[in-house]
């Protein structure tokens, strides 16, 4: 993930680290660290809760202190490969600063604008997590 300029805000993502813990969606979370310092969150979730062709799912996020963000989802599918999206708050030459690159293949220059009702980590998280799950809802839905 591209860097923001402003240092990573290591008290957003331990905040997010023990919201996702407690996520029933969530199989495990692990907080990746540049020397002491928290650089990365990266949340699995648990595939039971998808279809059989979804053999992973995750969500790597970084929050700074200029309350720029990255979350970036993945699938792994049998046999298909990689589904992916990302929702930032970063430079972007290609679109404004709030975006989104838009699966299947999230590339940077298919970005398009995005303006969430706020920026707060805590709703952002929230956000996050329900497009998750409509995701999830999604799969299934095309299944049946």
């Known amino acids: 993930m591209a860097g923001a300029g402003a240092p990573i805000d290591g008290a957003i993502l331990e905040d997010f680290r023990d919201r996702a813990r407690t996520h029933e969606l969530v199989e495990s979370v692990r907080t990746d660290r540049t020397g002491g310092t928290p650089s990365m969150l990266v949340v699995e979730f648990d595939t039971d809760r998808y279809p059989s062709h979804v053999t992973e799912a995750s969500l790597e ?8 963000y990255n979350f970036h989802y993945v699938e792994t599918h049998t046999p298909d490969g ?11 030459p290609h ?4 975006h989104v690159h838009p699966p299947p293949g999230a590339r940077s220059s298919d970005a398009i604008p995005d303006d969430p009702d706020e920026r707060h980590p805590g709703y952002m998280f929230t956000r996050t997590f329900a497009n998750v ?3 999830i809802n999604a799969l299934w839905e095309r299944r049946e």
């Open 82 to 92: 990689v589904w992916q999206c990302q929702w930032d708050r970063l430079p972007n």
């Open 95 to 98: 679109t404004n600063r709030t």
């Open 61 to 68: 996020t970084q929050w700074y202190r200029n309350d720029d």
């Open 133 to 135: 799950r409509d995701r």
